[in-house]
């Protein structure tokens, strides 16, 4: 295992980012032929960190909306509670039209339910001045495994809920794996390993992917092949409430 303070050296706040949508079958056999490859985050003697999120967009989902159109340049905004450490933070995501991801943060005492000035003028410092009118939208829990290599990140992402709007919807049986590196290496023994399973890199947001199924009248053309993936590799044909 590796701790969360030997970890910080591969932190990689300004990164590329592979991402691949698979079943847990294809998961524990990519695992056991990595075991060499790579140390487990071990936080508190736990090997999974389970996440809580709290997405915030403006009352017509105009962050959203500029995920849907493929807009350069756009942005998350995120309350996050990181629940192994209780520690919480104020985050703004961005995708660069370099197709870089930068993450800027900033600590708060507790997850964030509204958007209070010091998150504006955070949120103004890292988006050229934008401050929209935002508000809660949606509500994301997951639990985490993350393995440290030499030069990149692996993050497994498990058991996905969303909440809002009066709904509750599950992912059982999927996983979500983000290679995070300095630049795109296809050596990644990990990336590797999927390859050979046939395995090709996806987009996938748990935004875009959450507000698609909370919100069913917000236009969600581009990401229906997605939620046709998912309910695939599920094996069912609607989603679990």
């Keep these: 295992p590796i701790s ?3 970890m910080d050296g591969v932190a990689l706040q300004n990164r590329t980012d592979t991402k691949y949508l ?9 695992l056991s032929m990595l075991a060499d490859e790579y140390r487990v985050l071990e936080i508190n003697s736990l090997r999974q960190s389970p996440y809580q999120t709290l997405y915030f967009d403006t009352p017509d989902f105009a962050l959203y909306m ?4 493929g807009q350069a340049n756009r942005f998350k905004v995120r309350s996050r509670r990181y ?6 933070f104020m985050e703004v995501k961005l995708k660069t039209n370099k197709d870089r991801t930068i993450k800027q943060r900033i600590p708060t005492d507790r ?16 988006t050229d001045g934008q401050v929209p009118e935002l508000e809660p939208k949606l509500w994301n829990e997951f639990s985490r495994v993350t ?11 498990l058991d996905l809920r969303f909440r809002g709007n009066g709904e ?4 059982p049986g999927i996983a979500i794996v983000e290679v995070k590196q300095d630049g795109v290496s296809r050596s990644s023994a990990f990336i590797q390993q999927l390859h050979a399973a046939n395995v090709q ?16 009248e917000v236009k969600h053309n581009r990401f229906k092949p997605k939620l046709l993936q998912v309910k695939k590799l599920m094996g069912v044909s609607s989603y679990v409430n």
Aim: proline share 4%.
């Design 4 to 6: 969360l303070a030997e």
């Design 111 to 126: 997850l964030n339910t509204a958007c209070t000035p010091e998150m504006a003028d955070f949120i103004a410092d890292h």
């Design 83 to 88: 629940v192994g450490t209780d520690q919480s």
């Design 66 to 69: 500029s995920h849907h159109a």
């Design 168 to 171: 509750c919807i599950a992912m």
């Design 147 to 157: 393995l440290v290599g030499a030069s990149e990140r692996v993050t497994i992402d």
């Design 201 to 216: 890199p996806t987009g996938f947001s748990k935004y875009c992917i959450g507000i698609s199924l909370i919100y069913p």
């Design 22 to 30: 698979i079943s847990i079958d294809v998961l524990i056999q990519a």
